[in-house]
């Protein structure tokens, strides 16, 4: 990747430690001429990377209005210019309205993935989100706050499916998602409050529901938190051994492993 295109690479930078990264990412990242990142959410870390003369632009204080106009004059002077987010693109990054502006100024941009807040919880809780006979669907959702949820979407509905349910952007309405979150958990069910996954100062907790609230506001683990609700935490609780997939079953054949293969 030692030769970037002049274009835009939207780039996802993990959680937060660099080694989270996709090679891809990093890549790109040690190639760029500009780098445009979120202060508040993106590691410093992950900016050592870069070459020495890239020039880096801090966003958090910047409109759309005044990010797009640099990303579109850079790339129209040659330059490679990498948007670099937290987690994954894909997900609560206001990517959206930037792909749509530089399209319409004839801008060429690549979207590089990045690891999601919710799997670098998961690896750190050493959970399986679908464990066979208890949960085969993850939710990924957020409660409403200055951007509004759909009422189709609303996280008590989402609730009565009892499947993983990861809750982003909620520590700040944390009693309210608590209350929806008991119309169909049991209070007893295990949360995750994960602050801070992959930085320095990372927290997990793992409660109670009905202890989502004190426990956030106890350990002031407001910025930067995922919940993490999920059959698949019983284990914190009780210990049983859970159902194993049939994927590696020795029963469970398919093309790569045709039946008396492997004994
Ligand atoms: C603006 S959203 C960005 C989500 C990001 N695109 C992702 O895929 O993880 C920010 C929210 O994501 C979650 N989040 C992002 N990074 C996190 C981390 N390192 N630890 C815990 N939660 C994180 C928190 O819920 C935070 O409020």
Not at 78 to 85: A, I, P
Request: aromatic share 4%; glycine share 4%.
């Amino acid at each position: 990747m030692k030769n970037l295109s002049a274009c835009v690479y939207i780039v996802g930078a993990g959680p937060g430690n660099p080694d989270l990264l996709t090679v891809r990412a990093q890549s790109i990242l040690m190639n760029a001429d500009v780098i445009l990142f979120a202060d508040s959410l993106v590691s410093k870390e992950i900016l050592q990377l870069c070459k020495p003369d890239a020039e880096i632009i801090r966003t958090a204080n910047k409109t759309l209005e005044d990010i797009v106009p640099i990303m579109i004059g850079e790339v129209r002077t040659q330059k490679s210019v990498v948007r670099l987010h937290s987690g994954d693109p894909s997900l609560y990054s206001a990517i959206n309205e930037q792909m749509q502006l530089l399209s319409e100024a004839d801008i060429p941009f690549e979207v590089v993935p990045g690891i999601s807040a919710f799997q670098a919880a998961a690896a750190s809780l050493k959970v399986e989100l679908t464990v066979p006979g208890l949960v085969q669907t993850i939710i990924l959702t957020r409660i409403s706050g200055r951007t509004e949820v759909p009422a189709k979407e609303e996280l008590s509905s989402l609730a009565a499916h009892q499947a993983s349910l990861c809750l982003y952007l909620a520590a700040r309405h944390v009693e309210n998602a608590q209350a929806k979150l008991l119309e169909h958990y049991s209070a007893d069910t295990p949360i995750a409050i994960c602050y801070r996954l992959g930085w320095d100062d990372e927290k997990i907790r793992v409660v109670p529901l009905s202890q989502m609230a004190d426990c956030t506001h106890k350990e002031d683990l407001i910025r930067t938190t995922l919940y993490v609700i999920s059959p698949a935490l019983e284990k914190f609780a009780s210990g049983i051994i859970q159902e194993r997939s049939r994927l590696y079953h020795p029963e469970h054949t398919h093309l790569f492993r045709p039946r008396g293969m492997g004994k």
